[in-house]
């Protein structure tokens, strides 16, 4: 019977040919120091060149090493949600695998999980990245600090180490792979941050283009939505609709007003229009926020509560 690694390494990889042999080497050393029994998982995201082809002779030759093989690219969120799924370790460490993340940090990341930590969250506090993704990464990462309230300053790196009963609790999907920090710490997980060094990408090229800025804005919205709402999903319908038809009210009174003191309101019809909308808004937003309500408790009765379980003393 196999044994079962104490640690295992998720590395998303899509056309890196040319370092993924060169990181393989650089994880196989640095565990040779701490003596820790594990296993390297590439998740071959849709490549076109010989990456996979490497990723194979490495299995060969090293059967702690995996491959998880997608039909075609389906991004690093999917990606990570494979290789988490076909990990066995306690303890799951994620790395680009372009060589940007120093192996060397590895030691630094297994001590914060040791000291009681659920999730350590690498920070490039020094970037060797063209300002058009350094600036825009300050800009999201300030942006999800202000409306999630996690103080993580690095979002968007991928070196993380996790507890493994973490990640059952979590799916990703879309660009959310840079919020799992914010999912995580709305369960009430231990989130911790640690400085790490990074390195200038020496082969190949980013896979990600100004698109995934506009998706990761996005997926904030759903994020903030999902972390801030989503068993009480008739606050937030219900207050955005009471704004609306409380402002749409007041304009009504404010037309009727009119139309008695002055006997006519020819001139304020777009007023009245806008005022009637508002109120439909809000009666549509308030109605939604019920739905919701009834959905969710519906579901509730269904689910179980063990995910938000760390102990039982019975």
């Keep these: 019977m196999a044994k079962v690694p104490q640690i295992s390494f998720v590395i998303p990889a899509k056309d890196e040919e040319k370092t993924i042999l060169l990181l393989h080497d650089q994880i196989v ?25 490497i990723a194979k002779k490495l299995n060969r030759k090293n059967k702690n090493v ?59 506090k020094k970037r060797f990245d063209p300002l058009s993704k350094t600036i825009p990464s300050k800009m999201g990462n300030w942006l999800t600090r202000k409306l999630t309230g996690v103080k993580i300053h690095d979002l968007n790196c991928g070196f993380k180490a996790y507890r493994k009963n973490v990640l059952a609790n979590i799916h990703l999907y879309g660009e ?22 990074h390195k200038p990408r020496k082969y190949g090229k980013s896979k990600f283009g100004m698109e995934r800025n506009i998706k990761g804005v996005l997926d904030l919205i759903t994020v903030v939505f999902l972390t801030g709402y989503i068993r009480r999903p008739g606050h937030f ?12 009210f007041v304009i009504g009174i404010y037309i009727t007003y009119l139309r008695v003191v002055t006997g006519t309101i020819q001139d304020r019809q777009p007023l009245l229009i806008l005022g ?22 519906l579901n509730q009765k269904d689910s179980s509560t063990e995910k938000y379980i760390e102990e039982k003393i019975i």
């Design 276 to 297: 009637m909308l508002l109120m439909i808004i809000g009666i549509q937003l308030i109605s939604t926020g019920l739905v919701s309500e009834m959905i969710v408790s």
């Design 237 to 248: 319908f219900g207050f955005w609709g009471m704004v609306s038809f409380f402002v749409g």
């Design 66 to 124: 995996k491959i998880v093989k997608h039909r075609g690219n389906f991004g690093k969120s999917i990606a990570l949600q494979s290789g988490f799924e076909a990990s066995q370790g306690e303890i799951i460490i994620t790395m680009d695998a372009d060589l940007q993340d120093n192996p060397k940090e590895i030691p630094k990341f297994i001590k914060k999980i040791e000291e009681g930590h659920d999730l350590v969250s690498g920070w490039k």
């Design 176 to 197: 959310l792979y840079k919020f799992i920090p914010v999912l995580v710490t709305h369960q009430n997980f231990k989130v911790t941050e640690i400085v790490v060094s």
């Design 29 to 53: 050393d640095e565990m040779k120091k701490i003596h820790k029994s594990f296993e390297v998982i590439f998740v071959d995201d849709g490549s076109t060149d010989s990456t996979l082809e």
